[in-house]
Every structure is written in structure tokens, then in C-alpha cells.
Nanobody, 126 residues
């Protein structure tokens, strides 16, 4: 199982950015896929996810209405479209996956995931 996150960068407050997570070694049909982020000195927090069951999507309170998660089965890629970015969105963003029931039940809990990609830095300037 491999996950490769990309698309991070520097953007001004109010701007947009799209992150990509290209996966291999499993099917997007079978696993929960999630985005997490971690700012310096803070715990890793769940941002968005798509569950295996019913393809339900969930978002963290701080990003709901601004971020959108989606997936392209043909490209084996999951996207995180981020809009109306704020300085407080600055963090390293990670994608993660798991096939377990726990991940479907508690999809924004970092402890639900075994497989992680490397992070991609997102910096939002004021």
C-alpha cells in the first residue's frame, strides 16, 4: 500500500489549492481515504474523508463548507479541493487509508488508519 500526496504550496489568504493523493496497492472501492493535517505544535487532525460504505463524506468542523474531497477511480487518485483558505489552514497535509470497519466508523480519527503517505506542506499567507 502506497500513498503519494502532492499539490501543496504557498497561497494567499482567501485563495484556493488542490491536493492530490495517488494510491497503489489497494482499490479505492475497498478502503476509506482521508486527509489529515498537522500544524507545528499541534496534534494531527482529521480534515476530510470518504468512507468505503456508501461513499459518505465527512469533514472537520474547521473546514466544512470550504474543502471538498473527491476521488477518481480511473486515476487512483483522491483530491482535496481547498477554497477560502485561511492562515490557520497552514499545516502539513497527509492522506491516509485503511480497510477496517473502525476506519468506516470513526473516519476522522487518526488512530483508525494504518497506512499514511508522506506529507505535503500548505502555507497560507495573510
Amino acid at each position: 500500500v502506497q500513498l503519494q500526496a502532492s499539490g501543496g504550496g504557498l497561497v494567499q489568504s482567501g485563495g484556493s489549492l488542490r491536493l492530490s493523493c495517488t494510491v497503489s496497492g489497494f482499490s479505492l472501492h475497498d478502503n476509506v481515504i482521508a486527509w489529515f493535517r498537522q500544524a507545528p505544535g499541534k496534534e494531527r487532525e482529521g480534515v476530510a474523508c470518504i468512507t468505503r460504505i456508501n461513499s459518505d463524506t465527512y469533514y472537520g468542523d474547521s473546514v466544512r463548507g470550504r474543502f471538498t474531497i473527491s476521488r477518481d477511480y480511473a486515476k487512483n487518485t483522491v483530491y482535496l479541493q481547498m477554497s477560502s483558505l485561511k492562515v490557520e489552514d497552514t499545516a502539513v497535509y497527509y492522506c491516509a487509508t485503511d480497510e477496517s470497519v473502525m476506519a468506516n466508523m470513526v473516519p476522522l480519527d487518526r488512530h483508525s488508519y494504518k497506512y499514511w503517505g508522506q506529507g505535503t506542506q500548505v502555507t497560507v499567507s495573510s
